[in-house]
């Protein structure tokens, strides 16, 4: 009766674990919420107490009230970067899901081309920033390439490896069936690249905002990259931290 208790021991906890997912969850975010929260209490309390300036440390409190002052202009700055992220992700992601498919049936083209890819990826893109405005105007243009530069690889990267992920025994199949390669394309590559695409479009994504700041930072006169510079400049740190709210 005893070893038959005991045995019903381990199963007991095991259908509580699974009767309370909820739970494992809590457990598993707890840590890292109380650690956010210690955070705050130390800005908010711990920084004016230690004497520390605001310029040099904001309290939250503070970083709010200059996110949401009436004459603050961070909405119509986010809103500029983010037309220029967008118009960012939409080029490079095109551009480079195009580039792959080529890749793919033209292996050739790969081979010429994939490696300057990767040394594209190599260049710091902050030092073509000012190559950018020559080329393409001090505007939003020259931010959406920067943008989509930041972007592209990633994309690329993921489609590639994506559309090469037709079942071979498949693949076959339909070649055997004198499919067209289009055909060939929408019916089977194309599915089964979608997963990889959208890993690809999830990381392009948060580039596409980076690689717009970066361009703001060089000369523009609107944007979250230039509230963050001016507002540096002007020792509103405040200002600064709820740019950067924004941009996360």
């Known amino acids: 009766m005893t070893d038959l208790s005991l045995e019903q021991q381990p199963e007991q906890r095991t259908a509580t674990r699974r009767s309370f997912p909820g739970l494992q969850l809590v457990r598993r975010y707890m840590s890292a919420f109380l650690v956010f929260l210690a955070t705050l209490a130390f800005l908010q309390w711990g920084v004016p107490a230690l004497d520390i300036p605001p310029f040099i440390l904001p309290t939250p409190t503070a970083v709010l009230a200059a996110g949401f002052d009436p004459e603050s ?50 260049i710091p893109l902050v030092a073509i920033a000012p190559m950018l405005i020559i080329w393409f105007g001090n505007g939003m243009l020259a931010r959406m390439v920067m943008s989509a530069i930041f972007a592209f690889f990633p994309m690329l990267v993921n489609s590639v490896r994506g559309l090469r992920q037709a079942d071979r025994a498949t693949l076959e199949l339909l070649q055997s069936y004198a499919v067209s390669p289009w055909q060939l394309f929408w019916t089977l590559r194309m599915p089964n690249s979608l997963p990889f695409v959208f890993t690809g479009l999830k990381i392009a994504s948060t580039l596409a905002v980076i690689g717009a700041i970066v361009g703001e930072f060089a000369g523009a006169n609107k944007g979250l990259g230039f509230a963050i510079t001016i507002s540096t400049y002007y020792l509103r740190t405040d200002r600064t931290f709820a740019a950067i709210g924004c941009a996360a």
């Not at 580039?99 to 890819?117: G, I, K, N, Q, S």
């Open 73 to 122: 202009t961070l909405a119509y700055h986010f809103g500029i970067t983010a037309l220029e992220a967008i118009g960012g992700l939409l080029i490079g992601s095109v551009l480079a899901f195009l580039m792959a498919v080529l890749f793919v049936h033209v292996p050739p083209l790969e081979d010429a081309l994939y490696p300057w890819a990767i040394v594209l990826q190599t």
